[in-house]
């Protein structure tokens, strides 16, 4: 059911599931205060950043991760956020198959992950994309705002 989603309180969410895996790394989450309450469901936006938190813990391999997510773009009735990370970044190859992934085609089992991301996202009428201004391999985000 679509509602109304706050962002921090994914995040805590994320925080609190996330806990231990965060502590062990002494990796931190930012989250953009700017960003508007978004329309989903809470476990739908959960579940979607908890995937892409999750990715950039285990991809990352080094500690001390800075995981940002901010707003891009504010439009009428949407809003685009990116989430990114300091992490060691990808090869134009590797983001070409997240890209693939993300456009639900040729998904490799590693990558099953963000097909579940884009299927969610689909289910809220939002979207997912590589962000292509990024070194590492960062995501847009488009979520529709919440009234």
């Known amino acids: 059911e679509d509602t109304s989603v706050n962002l921090d309180a994914v995040f805590e969410g994320i925080r609190r ?7 062990a790394t002494e ?3 930012n989250v953009d205060d ?7 469901s809470y476990e739908r936006v959960l579940r979607i950043f ?8 285990i991809h990352s391999r ?14 009428p009735g949407t809003v685009s ?4 990370d300091n992490g060691i970044g990808v090869s134009g190859e590797t983001k070409d198959a997240i890209a693939n992934a993300l456009q639900l085609r040729d998904v490799s089992a590693g990558l099953l992950g963000l097909k579940i991301c884009k299927e969610l996202m ?10 292509n201004e990024t070194q ?5 985000l488009t979520f529709q705002v919440a009234n």
């Open 122 to 131: 689909n289910g809220i009428r939002g979207n997912i994309e590589v962000a």
């Open 27 to 29: 990796s931190t989450i």
């Open 81 to 84: 956020v990116l989430f990114d």
């Open 17 to 23: 599931l996330l806990r231990a895996q965060l502590m």
């Open 62 to 75: 080094t500690d001390g991760l800075v995981i940002t997510v901010k707003l891009l773009s504010l439009a």
């Open 136 to 140: 590492s391999c960062g995501y847009k």
């Open 34 to 40: 700017a960003i508007p309450a978004v329309r989903g």
């Open 50 to 57: 908890k995937n892409l938190v999750e990715n950039s813990l």
